[in-house]
């Protein structure tokens, strides 16, 4: 009968209605951190990250989600990040004095988007344009210096789908922040150490005052004994000699791994300075990353409750044994063993502990 053919006619339009709306449900705008609104896809499982900072912050954050990382994961770092990123390609950086973003290798990866995580640049907006241009990707920024850090998770969590690991890492960096706070407070003018950081291949390469490789330290309520009206922010840091050193002479200094640690005191240039004879000066432990710097980013997270704890024990009073083990859980999801601990902190906590 003529009656009957006409449901199978209203059928039509709403079976073509639903793909459209599935596809628009694919993607989602986004407004990254230097005003740049980009096209995503509304569920993310393949990310090339742009450099060091990104790879170090989406190791913890999203690991089975990275195609690729900025630079060679090392040997010491491979143990403590997930199974598997040692085999990713190596695609480069889209900043630094080593920008060597590699761009076939790159979209070689199947990538979905890049993101680019860390510090503000005048040129960031522009950069990501051309690179979107270039790539056919969708490219964001998201502002992760330490003051940015708790949002930068919180807005992680919000466009890969994880708003609980972006919770649990932002509380983290607050609750970080606040012992911090409240612990520097409570140190008087007289109790406050000042402490030089040696950084780089050369001993005499320092983070100054004002350099992002050392924060930590005006956050734990130190005084950074070098202080310089020119100050650089790369690894190294600024070059002193040794009559700047004397001038300065620390109450405190700290050395990154693979420097003069372990012989400086026999070393009579050194061994005459406040720090070297009272035997205040310690090793930054640097696995899977330098706990201060190199590069400055979420690694602060454990410099700051380990340095905290090695200057100023009687304020910041907490087992950093424990803690350390607290924060690679959370970090990395790493259990570390007591033997793992104690090779860590062995060359810092554990001295200012037995001395």
């Known amino acids: 009968t003529p009656a009957e053919p006409a449901p199978a006619a209203t059928e039509e339009p709403a079976a073509t209605e639903a793909p459209a709306e599935e596809s628009a449900a694919e993607t989602v705008m986004f407004t990254d951190s230097c005003g740049r609104e980009v096209e995503l896809p509304a569920n993310i499982t393949k990310i090339a990250p742009s450099g060091t900072v990104a790879t170090m912050i989406l190791a913890a954050f999203a690991p089975e989600e990275l195609v690729c990382v900025g630079t060679t994961v090392s040997e010491n770092q491979i143990p403590y990040l997930y199974d598997g990123i040692a085999d990713l390609p190596v695609t480069g950086q889209l900043y630094g004095g080593k920008a060597t973003l590699n761009l076939e290798e790159l979209l070689g990866t199947g990538a979905e988007v890049i993101i680019d995580l860390g510090d503000f640049k005048k040129s960031i907006a522009d950069d990501l344009t051309a690179l979107q241009e270039q790539t056919g990707l969708p490219c964001v920024f998201i502002e992760a210096d330490l003051a940015h850090l ?14 609980e690991r972006g919770e649990e890492l932002a509380k983290l960096v607050e609750e970080t922040m606040t012992m911090a706070a409240e612990n520097s407070a409570k140190i008087t003018e007289e109790q406050q150490l000042s402490v030089l950081y040696s950084s780089g291949g050369d001993p005499l390469g320092t983070n100054a005052e004002g350099s992002s490789q050392a924060q930590a330290l005006g956050i734990v309520g130190a005084k950074n004994a070098v202080v310089l009206e020119d100050v650089s922010n790369k690894g190294g840091g600024n070059m002193i000699n040794m009559e700047q050193l004397y001038n300065f002479d620390p109450d405190v200094i700290l050395f990154s791994d693979g420097s003069i640690y372990d012989t400086v ?9 406040t720090a070297i004879s009272t035997g205040k000066y310690y090793e930054v432990p640097s696995s899977p990353y330098n706990w201060l710097s190199g590069p400055p980013s979420m690694n602060m997270i454990l410099g700051v409750w380990w340095l905290g704890n090695l200057i100023y024990p009687e304020i910041y009073d907490y087992d950093m044994e424990t803690m350390t083990q607290e924060l690679y859980k959370t970090l990395w999801g790493y259990e570390l063993s007591s033997e793992e601990v104690t090779a860590l902190l062995g060359n810092s906590t554990l001295k200012a502990a037995a001395q």
């Open 150 to 163: 708790a949002d930068a998770f919180r807005t992680l969590g919000t466009i890969l789908g994880k708003e």
């Open 265 to 273: 005191a026999d070393d009579s240039a050194w061994s005459q300075l």
